[in-house]
């Protein structure tokens, strides 16, 4: 089944506890994002990936980083979680740019820092 | 930053009823997608409309684009109790390698 898989599924970790965010997928898709999602803010972009080795910021990258060694993978990594870093967090990946393609989306990560 | 702007924030319609959710954006695009998200789960791709394209059907879904007046309409034609959730426009504006969403409409179907 073409998927977009993230681990874990719900995560609550302490302040400045490093933690990183699982992304892969089966689809053989070049481009790979990550967002994350607040009530009142909707969805907001935090970095991206073009292909392997490939990444780039999104609307709100700090605190954040991202490595693209294979394809089919795209971790997210939080060096230091903040409280202000708490929300639930999405996966996507697609053919290219959007193109004439939609996103493929993981099933979320609810992230809690405390 | 969002693009889209989705009309109304939320919508309560009884089963078999149609569902209209409009979405209005700022800057030129390639195209508009709209998705649906079940609470607190993925969003799911329902369709693309390119930006040369004025309708497009999937099943009960009709999307209209009217890129003069920058706007999509989501219309989901007798609606399920299963219909129920967040619905989401989405912008490729060329502007970066990203989709822009909005805010979303959420939809109660009613059975």
């Known amino acids: 089944e073409a998927q977009v898989t993230q681990n874990p599924r719900y995560l609550i970790t302490v302040t400045g506890k490093k933690l990183t965010v699982t992304c892969s997928q089966n689809?053989?898709?070049?481009?790979m994002s990550w967002y994350r999602q607040d009530p009142g803010l909707g969805l907001r972009q935090i970095y991206y990936?073009?292909?392997?080795?490939?990444?780039d910021k999104g609307d709100v990258p700090e605190g954040y980083k991202v490595s693209r060694k294979e394809k089919r993978n795209f971790p997210l990594i939080l060096e230091s979680p903040s409280p202000n870093q708490t929300s639930l967090y999405f996966c996507?990946?697609?053919?290219?740019?959007?193109?004439?393609?939609?996103?493929?989306f993981g099933s979320g990560t609810r992230l809690t820092v405390v | 930053s969002q693009q889209g702007e989705e009309d109304p924030q939320a919508l309560s319609i009884q089963e078999g009823e149609n569902a209209t959710m409009n979405c209005s954006y700022k800057?030129?695009?390639?195209?508009l997608q709209w998705y649906r998200q079940n609470s607190g789960r993925g969003l799911v791709h329902l369709i693309l409309?390119?930006?040369?394209?004025r309708e497009k059907h999937s099943g009960r879904l009709r999307v209209t684009l009217d890129t003069s007046k920058k706007s999509s309409s989501l219309l989901i034609t007798a609606s399920r109790a299963a219909d129920t959730a967040s619905y989401f426009c989405?912008?490729?504006?060329?502007?970066?390698?990203?989709?822009?969403f909005g805010a979303g409409t959420i939809l109660r179907v009613k059975s």
């Open positions: 996507a990946s697609s053919f290219v740019r959007t193109g004439n393609y939609g996103y493929t």
């Open positions: 689809m053989n898709h070049e481009y």
């Open positions: 990936s073009m292909n392997v080795e490939v990444t």
């Open positions: 800057t030129s695009i390639n195209n």
């Open positions: 409309i390119r930006s040369n394209e």
């Open positions: 989405a912008t490729d504006a060329f502007q970066g390698n990203k989709l822009v």
